[in-house]
C-alpha cells in the first residue's frame, strides 16, 4: 500500500523539491522535505521514513553530511540517491541505492524496493 511509505527528499533546488514532493504525493506517499542540513535538523527523530530520497547536493562532502545526519537520526532509513548522468561511486554505509534523476519509473521503483527493505516498514509493497 502506497500510502503507508514515508518519504523524506531533499534537494537544494526548491522548485525540484516541490515537484518531486507533488509526484510522490500524488501516489499517496507521506512526504517530508527539506533544503539543507538545518531544515533536516528541525523534524522530530520521532517521525520515521522509510525512505530519504537525496538529490545531488554540492559540494559532495555536504551531501555526505547529510547522509551521515539521516542515518544517524533515522537508523532504519535506507538512502536513495538520485544521479544526473554516471551514478557516483557509493559509500555502503552511506547510501543503499542509487537511480537515474530523470526516470520517474526507475525513481519510483527504487523507492518501493527500498521501503520493503525498510527494518521498520509496516507496508506490503
Known amino acids: 500500500m502506497n500510502d503507508l511509505i514515508r518519504i523524506l527528499t531533499v534537494s537544494q533546488d526548491e522548485r525540484l523539491l516541490e515537484s518531486r514532493a507533488a509526484l510522490f504525493q500524488k501516489a499517496h506517499y507521506y512526504v517530508r522535505t527539506a533544503n539543507d542540513y538545518r531544515q533536516i535538523q528541525s523534524i522530530s527523530e520521532r517521525e520515521n521514513f522509510e525512505v530519504a530520497v537525496l538529490d545531488r547536493i554540492d559540494p559532495a562532502s555536504e551531501l555526505d553530511e547529510l547522509a551521515r545526519l539521516i542515518r544517524k ?13 554516471t551514478p557516483p561511486p557509493l559509500d555502503d554505509a552511506l547510501y543503499d541505492d542509487c537511480v ?26
Open 73 to 85: 537520526r533515522w537508523p532504519k532509513t535506507q538512502i536513495l540517491i538520485l544521479s544526473k548522468a
Open 100 to 125: 537515474d534523476a530523470f526516470q520517474v519509473e526507475e525513481l519510483f521503483a527504487g523507492v518501493v524496493r527500498l521501503a520493503a527493505r525498510s527494518t521498520f516498514s509496516s507496508c506490503s509493497v
